[in-house]
T-cell receptor, first 114, second 116 residues
Framework: GNSVTQMEGPVTLSEEAFLTINCTYT??????LFWYVQYPGEGLQLLLK?????DKGSNKGFEATYRKETTSFHLEKGSVQVSDSAVYFC?????????????FGTGTRLLVSP | GAVVSQHPSWVICKSGTSVKIECRSL??????MFWYRQFPKQSLMLMAT?????????EQGVEKDKFLINHASLTLSTLTVTSAHPEDSSFYIC????????????FGPGTRLTVL
């Protein structure tokens, strides 16, 4: 079945450092890929998405490129801020699970210090 | 916009009792809502898909008689954990898909259930 693997955290960075959170997936067909962010005490929010190979999703300075050849969707940001501290989830939908159902990775906690 | 609330945010109950968790879409109508369960340091696992006015669709391995789902209106779905036991302790998260938009789901903040 479909699955998502993302790097374990926590990832600890200083403000203005470069961020990469790795995400790889296993899926049949052509899934859509997502990054969600969960700030403390809040629900998951969609951060960005990509629906086909080579698409780049971007939002709030974060980017991720849908790489079908490496089955990856790594999240990057050039300069993190303290306010980016949160848990980040990689997810997919589609393939053989249908486009309504989301399959999540385990989440990666990001801690940014001043 | 697109806010989803859950109530309660946390609950502690005794083994054998039943607990009801509410999921509400505050500013949109949602024909479809989803219920997830999250264990510490693990991913969100979809438990069931709830459709307004019809029976929920449960994922493989989820006991439908233990986790009762009711989606009686376009803004409210409830999850009742019946005869709860300590192994049911978990973080339960709902999401809602607006009736009038694409496939994006909007998530509630979650409910922490602890069964003693």
């Amino acid at each position: 079945g479909n699955s998502v693997t993302q790097m374990e955290g926590p990832v600890t960075l200083s403000e203005e450092a470069f961020l990469t959170i790795n995400c790889t997936y296993t899926a049949t067909g052509y899934p859509s890929l997502f990054w969600y962010v969960q700030y403390p005490g809040e629900g998951l929010q969609l951060l960005l998405k990509a629906t086909k190979a080579d698409d780049k999703g971007s939002n709030k300075g974060f980017e991720a490129t849908y790489r079908k050849e490496t089955t990856s969707f790594h999240l990057e940001k050039g300069s993190v801020q303290v306010s980016d501290s949160a848990v980040y989830f990689c997810a997919l939908s589609g393939g053989n699970t249908g486009f309504q159902k989301l399959v999540f990775g385990t989440g990666t906690r990001l801690l940014v210090s001043p | 916009g697109a806010v989803v609330s859950q109530h309660p945010s946390w609950v502690i109950c005794k083994s054998g009792t039943s607990v009801k968790i509410e999921c509400r879409s505050l500013d949109f109508q949602a024909t479809t809502m989803f219920w997830y369960r999250q264990f510490p340091k693990q991913s969100l696992m979809l438990m069931a898909t709830s459709n307004e006015g019809s029976k929920a669709t449960y994922e493989q391995g989820v006991e439908k008689d233990k986790f009762l789902i009711n989606h009686a209106s376009l803004t409210l779905s409830t999850l009742t954990v019946t005869s709860a036991h300590p192994e049911d302790s978990s973080f339960y998260i709902c999401s809602a898909k607006p009736t009038r938009s694409g496939n994006e789901q909007f998530f509630g903040p979650g409910t922490r259930l602890t069964v003693l």
